[in-house]
T-cell receptor
């Protein structure tokens, strides 16, 4: 079966750095996405990785290792507004997005 | 510009009632997706349209669920004879590209929260 694993919840301090991991087992691979979802709101796109390596976009970076079935989202200089759920999603061989359950990130002052 | 809109935002239905959920995608977006999201979970794929063609409906949980996009823009998700287990947030997303194109992102609407009593 297809599986995306992420930690359920993480806590970090304002101004710090946090890394949210995602491991996946899917039938085929055509890219990995990270989305941010604030409570009661729609998911919004953060990043896309299809090749191995690090993609940096401001305070957010995303890393992919296809051989390990592994990705992480790195958030720097954390702000209170970063408190949200972070969803990892993999596009499989049928180009369908398979979603993880999300990691709830709690930022403390 | 306008994003993806969905209506109603909230719907309470009695068990056995039929409901219709509407999605207005971003103008010009080729792809449209419906997802079901339970509390504390990621979205679960329901169905996918490319223009007016429903290319994938493998995620629809039963034949009580039906979706259409007759003119390739607005889409409606219909649930017949609602059951309590249908209670969830129903998200619609649209994308400029088709799902097989290299880098496409999906733009999500705010969702419809359906509660079946």
């Amino acid at each position: 079966g297809q599986n995306i694993d992420q930690p359920t919840e993480m806590t970090a301090t304002e101004g710090a750095i946090v890394q949210i991991n995602c491991t996946y087992q899917t039938s085929g691979f055509n890219g990995l996405f990270w989305y941010q979802q604030h409570a009661g709101e729609a998911p919004t796109f953060l990043s896309y990785n299809v090749l191995d390596g690090l993609e940096e976009k401001g305070r957010f970076s995303s890393f992919l290792s296809r051989s390990k079935g592994y990705s992480y989202l790195l958030l720097k200089e954390l702000q209170m507004k970063d408190s949200a759920s972070y969803l990892c999603a993999v596009r499989d061989e049928d180009y369908q997005l398979i979603w993880g359950a999300g990691t709830k990130l709690i930022i403390k002052p | 510009g306008a994003g993806v809109s969905q209506s109603p935002r909230y719907k309470v239905a009695k068990r056995g009632q039929d409901v219709a959920l509407r999605c207005d995608p971003i103008s010009g977006h080729v792809s449209l997706f419906w997802y079901q999201q339970a509390l504390g979970q990621g979205p679960e794929f329901l169905t996918y349209f490319q223009n007016e063609a429903q290319l994938d409906k493998s995620g629809l949980p039963s034949d009580r669920f039906f979706a259409e996009r007759p003119e390739g823009s607005v889409s409606t998700l219909k649930i017949q004879r609602t059951q309590q287990e249908d209670s969830a947030v129903y998200l619609c997303a649209s994308s400029l590209a088709s799902s097989s194109e290299v880098a496409y992102e999906q733009y999500f609407g705010p969702g419809t929260r359906l509660t079946v009593t």
